[in-house]
Nanobody, 117 residues
Framework: QVQLAESGGGLVQAGGSLRLSCVAS????????MGWYRQAPGKQRELVAA???????NYADSVKGRFTISRDNAKNTVYLHMNSLKPEDTAAYYC???????????WGQGTQVTVSS
């Protein structure tokens, strides 16, 4: 099993920045890719950014150039640096880990990001 704990959400004005952190525990050696997803009220959960164990990254078009995902394998931590935040970035942000242990995909509890205009 893998446990994920997010932190760093909050309320910020448009144009501001936040950094989200997600610390993994448990069977961390089994983790491959990690990522951040978000879900706004009434909308489906969507991928924001993902990073492989080797550092290859993937971003949603809506956040390219503004968000940066990074990973510290020694600390079992993945970060999401969010700059130039917009009101439409308001959502609950969830950390995800793909691992080689059942059930192979793990989720954190989520952290709320609210961007005021």
């Amino acid at each position: 099993q893998v446990q994920l704990a997010e932190s760093g959400g909050g309320l910020v004005q448009a144009g501001g920045s936040l950094r989200l952190s997600c610390v993994a525990s448990g069977s961390t050696n089994s983790i491959n890719a990690m990522g951040w997803y978000r879900q706004a009220p009434g909308k489906q959960r969507e991928l924001v950014a993902a990073i492989s164990r080797g550092g290859r990254t993937n971003y949603a078009d809506s956040v390219k150039g503004r968000f940066t995902i990074s990973r510290d394998n020694a600390k079992n931590t993945v970060y999401l640096h969010m700059n130039s935040l917009k009101p439409e970035d308001t959502a609950a942000y969830y950390c995800n880990a793909d691992a080689q242990v059942s059930p192979y995909s793990f989720w954190g509890q989520g952290t709320q990001v609210t961007v005021s205009s």
